[in-house]
């Protein structure tokens, strides 16, 4: 979560910086390293199977009772992806202000694998292709006859406030690809957290800032 804050205070266009979360200890946490703790997240949102349009919702709703108005964009970092580059956020936000007719902007890779070479048990307990219109023999097929897919990966999304409060939706039907093309870690498990380590995360400009954070507070 640090991580996540202090990228947002490195980035210039960024002008505001929030953490939505329902626990005590996590927004003690977030206001040590800068960020605005403006409202609480009620517990019924903060479910594992709570989605991103309601905190988002939550979150503006928020802002907005406070009298200052909704801001055009959120820049969403979220805490998994911790190693950013502040420049690469930059042109994602510049991406979304140069396309009119995007609804928003969305951080993906490239998959590693090809998923239409995937499998999946149908309700009789066989083998079959998640992918309409696919046979279970064509996923013998060549990878390159199929097409590549994006994965989702949070490193940066830039979201339009406006369509999220007026359709509940986050990405809507034009959302922007924005490619990262480094390697991108999202950590999901200890074992990512070692992988964390060995991207070596102390090397990192936000690492550095982080440091020199610490060292004012104590």
Same mark, same amino acid.
Request: charged residues 25%.
């Given at each position: 979560?640090?991580?996540?804050?202090?990228?947002?205070?490195?980035?210039?266009?960024?002008?505001?910086?929030?953490?939505?979360?329902?626990?005590?200890?996590?927004?003690?946490?977030?206001?040590?390293?800068?960020?605005?703790?403006?409202?609480?997240?009620?517990?019924?949102?903060?479910?594992?199977?709570?989605?991103?349009?309601?905190?988002?919702?939550?979150?503006?709703?928020?802002?907005?009772?406070?009298?200052?108005?909704?801001? &055009?964009?959120?820049?969403?970092?979220?805490?998994?992806?911790?190693?950013? @580059?502040? #420049?690469?956020? @930059?042109?994602?936000?510049?991406?979304?202000?140069?396309?009119?007719?995007?609804?928003?902007?969305?951080?993906?890779?490239?998959?590693?694998?090809?998923?239409?070479?995937?499998?999946?048990?149908?309700?009789?307990?066989?083998?079959?292709?998640?992918?309409?219109?696919?046979?279970?023999?064509?996923? @013998?097929?060549?990878?390159?006859?199929? #097409?590549?897919?994006?994965?989702?990966?949070?490193?940066?999304?830039?979201?339009?406030?406006?369509?999220?409060?007026?359709?509940?939706?986050?990405?809507?039907?034009?959302?922007?690809?924005?490619?990262?093309?480094?390697?991108?870690?999202?950590?999901?498990? &200890?074992?990512?957290?070692?992988?964390?380590?060995?991207?070596?995360?102390?090397?990192?400009?936000?690492?550095?800032?982080?440091?020199?954070?610490? @060292?004012?507070?104590?």
């Amino acid at each position: 979560m640090a991580y996540s804050i202090m990228a947002a205070h490195m980035c210039s266009r960024i002008s505001r910086v929030i953490v939505s979360t329902d626990s005590e200890k996590y927004a003690k946490i977030a206001k040590q390293y800068g960020a605005e703790i403006p409202f609480l997240r009620p517990k019924e949102l903060s479910g594992s199977e709570s989605q991103d349009i309601e905190y988002l919702n939550h979150a503006l709703t928020c802002i907005n009772e406070e009298g200052r108005g909704v801001p &055009e964009y959120i820049v969403l970092l979220r805490p998994t992806t911790p190693i950013r @580059n502040i #420049e690469i956020m @930059n042109r994602a936000i510049d991406s979304i202000q140069d396309n009119k007719y995007a609804s928003a902007v969305v951080s993906v890779h490239y998959a590693d694998e090809c998923p239409h070479k995937w499998m999946k048990l149908n309700s009789n307990g066989y083998l079959e292709s998640p992918f309409p219109g696919m046979k279970p023999d064509d996923v @013998n097929l060549p990878r390159q006859l199929f #097409e590549r897919l994006l994965i989702p990966n949070g490193y940066v999304d830039v979201l339009k406030s406006e369509l999220i409060l007026e359709t509940k939706c986050v990405y809507g039907d034009n959302a922007l690809p924005f490619l990262i093309e480094q390697n991108v870690i999202d950590i999901d498990s &200890e074992a990512d957290l070692d992988k964390t380590v060995q991207a070596n995360i102390c090397r990192t400009d936000i690492y550095r800032e982080l440091c020199k954070n610490n @060292n004012s507070t104590k």
